[in-house]
């Protein structure tokens, strides 16, 4: 006997033992390659939506279902209110990529400095390294031999509020870093960008 009710309930409970996994053994700030944490996610929850719509589900699942349908309606709306809880549910926006590293849209509220958070690949995760104060970084060039990244973008805003083509060379480490602080400086002089002093 065929029991097709059954799929979006085992799914479902699938959906909920990796969204533990997920929870429990990767760090806060960082998260699975390719968006895959996303996808589980929202497996998990539309999964569950389903349930009140079979007419072979009990009542208590139906009850379970119902009241999924009532999370993913305040999922939608959350981002809204609070503009940090977007990046539990939604993937934030990729701005460039060189090699292992990928600089992504920072998670800030209304009143923080927007940011651009730099991670590295290390296998299906992506490891947060750090945050950066530029909001938008176009192209990334990595200098890992001196713990260093350039950061490049095309409309920073400055404090005066003009735009304009900026670049900085930044910490990737910072003891290796300091350690080799002249050659950065040197390196910085040579393209014609800043480097920030630690």
Request: glycine share 4%; proline share 6%.
């Amino acid at each position: 006997m065929k029991k097709p009710h059954i799929i979006p309930l085992v799914i479902h409970a699938i959906g909920i033992v990796l969204c533990l996994a997920i929870l429990l053994l990767i760090e806060r700030q960082d998260h699975l390659r390719w968006n895959l944490g996303y996808i589980i996610l929202w497996v998990t929850m539309l999964s569950a939506v389903t349930l009140p719509f079979l007419k072979r589900n009990s009542k208590p699942v139906k009850i379970y279902g119902g009241g999924w349908i009532l999370i993913n309606l305040f999922v939608l709306i959350l981002p809204l209110i609070n503009m940090s809880s977007d990046r539990i549910f939604f993937p934030m926006n990729k701005y460039c990529e060189q090699g292992d590293f990928i600089i992504r849209k920072g998670s800030y509220s209304l009143i923080d400095i927007p940011t651009s958070a730099l991670y590295k690949k290390q296998d299906c995760i992506e490891k947060h390294i750090r945050d950066y104060e530029i909001p938008v970084v176009d192209s990334i060039t990595a200098y890992p031999e001196f713990g260093a990244i350039a950061l490049h973008a095309q409309d920073f805003i400055g404090l005066d509020a003009t735009t304009a083509p900026y670049s900085v060379i930044v910490p990737l480490d910072d003891e290796l870093y300091r350690q080799h602080i002249e050659d950065i400086a040197q390196l910085a002089q040579e393209q014609n960008i800043d480097y920030q002093e630690l």
